[in-house]
């Protein structure tokens, strides 16, 4: 069973900057897609970046030019950087995997942006 587990979250102030961190418990480059998901209170869940193993990467038009999904294979590690945060983008911050026909999703993260 893979486990994935965010990291990062946190009371940032609008413009401020946050990466959360998701460590997985199996090796990354297995997976054909990991992502970064968001579900704000009272909304469903909703894409925020993709990552393809052959590295495309896919970003919800309201993150674009500000959020970067990356990983590192060495460290069985998937990272979102976040800057320019605004309060709309608060929110708990999930983590997900895909392989073999099966996906993975972590516990998630708070990131609360407000002044």
């Known amino acids: 069973q893979v486990q994935l587990v965010e990291s990062g979250g946190g009371l940032v102030q609008p413009g401020g900057s946050l990466r959360l961190t998701c460590a997985a418990s199996?090796?990354?480059?297995?997976?054909?897609?990991t992502g970064w998901y968001r579900q704000a209170p009272g909304k469903q869940r909703e894409l925020v970046a993709t990552l393809t193993s052959g590295s495309t990467t896919t970003y919800a038009d309201s993150v674009k030019g500000r959020f970067t999904i990356s990983r590192d294979n060495a460290k069985n590690a998937v990272y979102l950087q976040m800057n320019s945060l605004k309060p709309e983008d608060t929110a708990v911050y999930y983590c997900h995997a895909a392989r073999g026909g099966s996906n993975y999703w972590g516990q998630g993260t708070q990131v609360t942006v407000s002044s």
């Open positions: 199996a090796s990354i480059y297995r997976f054909y897609i």
